[in-house]
């Protein structure tokens, strides 16, 4: 009877040594980096609105409630829109190094 997969991932990683904490003074070595790294990080986004055109409009109430990031994991992204030929650009870098 084969395991079921969180049986394998667990017992894979026991094996590999991920089972165990990695102690302070460890730690203290590895946080903060000390090696200066050029990173250039570029975007360009080119949207429009030319030509548009709004008369007598009504848009709703742009809020964000108590608890509305509760539980949340990831990296958070918050877009707001009033409604009225709003054009939204929304981009995101990650430069994630692990030496």
Known sequence: MPLPPDSVAASSASRAGFDQPVDQATLDSQRGGSQLVLVHNDMTLTGSTAGNMAEQVNTGSNAISAG????????????QNSGANVLIQNAVILNLQMN
Do not use: D
């Open 68 to 79: 509305a990031f509760a539980n949340m994991s990831g990296i958070p992204v918050v877009i």
